[in-house]
């Protein structure tokens, strides 16, 4: 056990500390934020993206060969650090890198790592999620769209839900049925599908805090060439597993705790900053003792992500303990944003532009979008399914 | 950057469990069983030579590599002296004299130095600035409460304000002046006691470290250790627990099917695993006088509180009216854990402390964000 870092890792900090310092906007962060508009702010997400790839830090731990950095998981928790601290925009191919790129990483052959790798990287292809249905959420293997092979090209029925950026992405993985008649999980099959093809129509779904993030998206005899399934036919369940993993374990974690710790210093700011009666916001000792234990857990989700990290970086198993992760920093960011509106008191409910909002109705906005934190990537009582019974053993 | 503890480390915690294990009346229900030979047996271990340095005769080792043996004393409840011993020794280390370590040291080592540490008085908070013990022209007088396995103490480190600020002074048991007597209260085998001292005569080198200072580093260690005692508690009646709803059977069925049980099981070990996260963090930045040392020891404090009480009152409901039993002895680790949640700062007061020093964080920051603008 030992936190202390080697020099190639510190220079690795410092040089990207110096590469950050240039590339944002000055104020950055102080005086200027990103845009309040939904399109504005994604296009303006994106195109940050562009500029981490052009700099050399995108993909700090995939390999050299596929445009990667090919650094160690402890350089990726560095640049996490690096990404809090300079207040850095969060990504929008979120899904692209962390699990398109990683379930190819894992089961594509050689040409599909070449053809889609680098153009994850690079943000020419931005990439959505096509697993949950109507009818198939916490029972994702119950999934109804269906895909039949017809001589090199699948075609695809169907309709997804929850497609998040669908409207910016080129690209789209899907967990799809090829066979109907054998039980449910054995007849599914993992597709690459370009959001280009004729047949396919998206549908804005407006969320609880008034953003269109999601989509309805519909598959109308999409045409998919044979070539871009991950893994055998009707072995799909397995890849879409690796698929969860990666969207529930450490990096995953990690990269948000960069979002959390940033709007939780800023909350603290805001407190010591905000006057109330003869002292300031930050005096109420009830909301103290809640602030100290969002604190706790903030920092813990990124402590938790660390040692995954060792655990991954000496040969340990991806596995049930990424359900252990996605339980502790969904419930954790959740209770911070509680503890925001708690802690700003009288000026709680005030949002958006209203002249006497804090933080430009950041608090907020977060807080309605919290709510999603423990539904997404599989439940809360989906993730306490599988510790108990794939980490505790408890019966089924 | 390794999050992880190496084999020695593993293999250190592995024997100090399989020692404790030996010794069924530390966990047994009754509270005036003893196991008057575990101290000896921890001694031939060696364990007491670990933090001690090799000129003293030690293995020169670091708080960090006994953590996984911290947390087995935890689940074994083990007496509380030897942690304080332990606490003790890190501080001769950290800020005694040479003549002090030369004394003290291999008395230590040998097992043959048995401490108990002096803190808390009953008409005040946890914040030690605000004791009102004092060391006035050599002369101690103060009445202090809680102080664990007082009686079987040979040596007592007692928080005191001396001249130059609060210090922490070495008093032997024996001396005139010092009554100890037994608590009655509720983990009798903690081995509470109420220790005055009235007129004690101490001698120069009775003073350990500079005032300020070592008191500093008692808390921040002591509240690391305690954390890594209270994820050794947690630990093991999460395993109870488990274990209980694996063959318990209601409505024709392991009770641990249910999801209303499996689930909660579910996140008292997310709630360990992530106790356990900031307490090896904290106990690392004690070893290394990080600078968050103080912050990290706070957090892990009270994070690490409130998941033993969770489980600890989890354990117990999940295993209904066993669970209420004496002879089950779940109540054992119920008592010991409130104990410890109470000793070298309860939960308000770490968080308390986690706020001020993430605040006084971010205002550097900010300070060197101006100056370099």
Redesign the interface.
């Known amino acids: 056990m030992d936190f202390n870092y080697s020099p190639a890792e510190t220079e690795f900090r410092l040089s990207l500390r110096a590469w950050l310092a240039d590339a944002l906007p000055k104020g950055w962060g102080e005086t200027v934020f990103l845009p309040s508009d939904e399109h504005e702010q994604a296009m303006f997400r994106l195109d940050w993206e562009r500029k981490l790839y052009a700099g050399g830090w995108a993909g700090i731990n995939w390999p050299k060969e596929y445009g990667g950095r090919g650094a160690t998981l402890i350089e990726r928790g560095i640049f996490a650090e690096e990404m809090a601290r300079a207040r850095a925009p969060e990504p929008i191919n979120v899904i692209g890198h962390n699990l398109t790129g990683t379930t190819i990483l894992a089961h594509g052959t050689e040409a599909q790592k070449k053809r889609f790798l680098p153009k994850i990287l690079s943000t020419e292809e931005v990439w959505c999620q096509g697993f949950s249905e109507p009818n198939a959420g916490s029972d994702l293997a119950s999934v109804r769209t269906r895909a039949e092979l017809k001589g090199d090209k699948f075609i695809v029925n169907g309709q997804k839900i929850w497609t998040s950026f669908g409207q910016y992405s080129q690209w789209c993985f899907a967990l799809v049925r090829t066979n109907p008649n054998v039980p449910k999980h054995k007849g599914l099959s993992f597709l690459l599908i370009d959001m280009k093809s004729p047949g396919i129509t998206l549908r804005p779904l407006r969320q609880i805090s008034g953003e269109y993030e999601f989509n309805e998206t519909f598959f109308d005899n999409v045409e998919v060439p044979a070539e871009n399934i991950v893994g055998d036919i009707d072995g799909g369940w397995k890849i879409a597993m690796t698929t969860l993993t990666y969207e529930r374990g450490p990096e995953d974690a990690l990269g948000r705790q960069i979002r959390f710790k940033q709007e939780l210093d800023q909350l603290l700011r805001t407190l010591v900053r905000h006057q109330r009666g003869a002292g300031h916001a930050i005096d109420e000792p009830a909301v103290r003792q809640k602030l100290a234990k969002s604190i706790a857990e903030i920092e813990i989700v990124r402590l938790n992500a660390l040692r995954s990290f060792s655990k991954l970086e000496s040969g340990g198993d991806r596995g049930a303990d990424a359900s252990m992760t996605k339980l502790y920093w969904s419930h954790a960011a959740q209770n911070m944003y509680e503890v925001a509106m708690d802690a700003l008191g009288p000026i709680a409910p005030l949002s958006g532009s209203d002249p006497q909002a804090a933080a430009l109705g950041k608090f907020q906005m977060s807080w309605f979008q919290s709510k999603a934190f423990t539904i997404y990537s599989g439940s809360s009582e989906i993730q306490r399914n599988i510790i108990g019974e794939r980490v505790l053993g408890l019966p089924r | 950057?390794?999050?992880?503890?190496?084999e020695e480390?593993v293999s250190l915690g592995d024997t100090v469990a399989r020692l404790l294990a030996d010794h069924p009346a530390l966990v047994g229900p009754d509270l005036d069983q003893a196991a008057p030979t575990v101290w000896q047996a921890l001694a031939e271990l060696g364990l007491f030579m670990l933090l001690v340095p090799e000129e003293q005769g030690g293995a020169g080792l670091a708080p960090?590599d006994l953590?996984l043996a911290v947390e087995a004393l935890g689940g074994s409840l083990a007496p509380a002296g030897v942690i304080a011993t332990l606490l003790a020794t890190d501080l001769i280390v950290q800020h005694g004299t040479p003549a002090q370590r030369d004394t003290l040291l291999p008395q230590i080592a040998g097992g043959d130095l048995r401490f108990a540490v002096a803190l808390y008085e009953a008409d005040r908070d946890f914040d030690p600035a605000t004791l009102g013990a004092a060391v006035d022209g050599g002369v101690l007088n103060a009445s202090k409460i809680a102080v664990a396995d007082a009686a079987a103490a040979q040596m007592l480190l007692v928080i005191a304000r001396g001249r130059d600020g609060m210090g922490c002074y070495l008093v032997p048991a024996d001396v005139a002046g010092v009554t100890i007597t037994p608590h009655e209260d509720i983990d009798p085998t903690a081995g509470l006691c109420a220790v005055r001292f009235d007129g004690v005569k101490l001698d120069e080198s009775a003073l350990l470290g500079a005032p300020g200072l070592a008191i500093a580093r008692l808390i921040d260690t002591a509240a690391s250790l305690h954390a890594a005692l209270l994820t050794g508690i947690a630990s093991r009646m999460l395993d109870t627990a488990?274990e209980y709803?694996?063959t318990r059977e209601q409505f024709g069925?392991?009770i641990?099917?249910f999801?209303a049980l499996?689930?909660r099981?579910?996140?008292m070990?997310?709630s360990l695993?992530?106790a356990r996260?900031?307490t090896?963090?904290a106990v690392?930045?004690a070893s290394?006088n990080?600078s968050d040392r103080a912050r990290a020891a706070s957090?892990a404090k009270?994070?690490a509180g409130?998941v033993a009480r969770q489980i600890c009152n989890e354990a117990i409901q999940l295993h209904g009216g066993m669970g209420f039993t004496w002879d089950l002895a779940l109540h054992r680790f119920l008592r010991r854990a409130k104990v410890i949640e109470h000793a070298f700062g309860s939960t308000?007061w770490?968080?308390?402390r986690?706020?001020q020093e993430?605040?006084a964080m971010?205002?550097a920051e900010?300070e060197a964000g101006r100056a370099a603008a």
């Open positions: 950057m390794n999050f992880a503890f190496d480390q960090i953590t488990i709803a694996k069925q392991p641990g099917s999801q499996k689930h099981c579910a996140d070990a997310v695993d992530s996260s900031a090896y963090y690392w930045a290394e990080a957090m009270a994070y409130d308000a770490h968080n308390e986690l706020l993430t605040l971010l205002a900010d």
